[in-house]
């Protein structure tokens, strides 16, 4: 089935969210759904939409795989508590590492992130509630690239030939699958939602793993978390679209008191775009980029090289991975 965009300046939020509150409703089983809170627009956006459809029908899980920045689950959980969600952590950092094992090749990571999420966690989840319908933040962005072969988005199933009930054993509901993020985030201003999230800069579904090329370990995580950090500090202030840091699989050669030093490498990427279709790197004083050497090189612990993106979109892409 094509799917028809709602473009950003045709969108009417309050109408669009009446809308999908309905739809929602007559789709849930019985009235009851599970989705997975990550705190980006789009998941914050459904599930605002999902409590506000079903009520305490919709169960609400914080998937805590490992993968998030400093502190996130926690973060997040309180701040859709004060919202009046409540929102259940559940640990699943075993799955996500034990299926991430050994994998290198972007596409074959997406792959194991999908069938952990999806298969592993979720169908246990929706197993043990009952419940067999899953609602999710697919975008059409997701969709776009995902199809047009730009690389695989962990949240693209039908689209793909997968039957979830036949599969996973639940159906999966997507309210937000005609717009891009723009659009998202005026709805999620019209639901109530506080700025911090509706203008929170755009997170990877596959999260921190997306930022690590190579393998993906316990402690390579580890780093680019702390180096995610360090960007997020520095460049908060600016308006650039997204920000963060990407850890690259080979070392190189560092000199510490005068001595060779053999560590790794961040690269930093920082993005103009309104869509995420095309984006150009953000042209950031040598001040800044001198300063956020300095800090990744003394703050994370084996990195002696800091390097910054300066090709645009494409044929870049905004993430590396």
Known sequence: MKIEEIETRDLEPDK???????????????????????GGVDSATVTMLGH??????????????????????????????????????????SE????LEGVADPEE???AITHAFYEDVFGRLAKDSGVKCLLQGTIYTDIEETVAGVK????????????????????????????????????????????????????????????????????????VRK??????????????????AILHEDKVTGVRDGKRDYGFQIEVRCWDSQDAKTGSPTRLSYDILDRLAQRITSEVLGVVSVTYNITKKPPSTIEAV
């Open 16 to 38: 669009f969210i009446e809308e999908k509150i309905a739809e929602i409703t007559s789709s849930a089983d019985n009235g009851r759904a599970v989705n997975a809170l990550s």
């Open 52 to 93: 506000k459809a079903l009520g305490d029908g919709l169960k609400t899980y914080f998937i805590d795989h490992g993968l998030m920045r400093q502190d996130e689950p926690q973060q997040i959980v309180s701040l859709f508590k004060k919202l009046g969600v409540p929102v259940e952590i559940v640990d699943a950092q």
């Open 96 to 99: 996500f590492f034990n299926a």
């Open 109 to 111: 990571k997406r792959e």
């Open 152 to 223: 695989r988005q962990h949240n693209i199933l039908a689209q793909l030939g997968i039957d979830t009930e036949d599969s996973y054993g639940y159906k999966v509901i997507e309210p937000l699958i005609q717009l891009r993020k723009p659009a998202v985030r005026k709805v999620a201003k019209a639901l109530g939602l506080p700025e911090e999230i509706y203008n929170r800069p755009p997170f990877p579904g596959p999260a921190l793993s997306a930022r690590v090329i190579g393998e993906v370990t316990p402690e390579r995580v580890r780093l």
């Open 227 to 244: 180096a995610t950090k360090v960007v997020e500090d520095e460049l908060s202030h600016t308006e650039a679209f997204q920000y963060f």
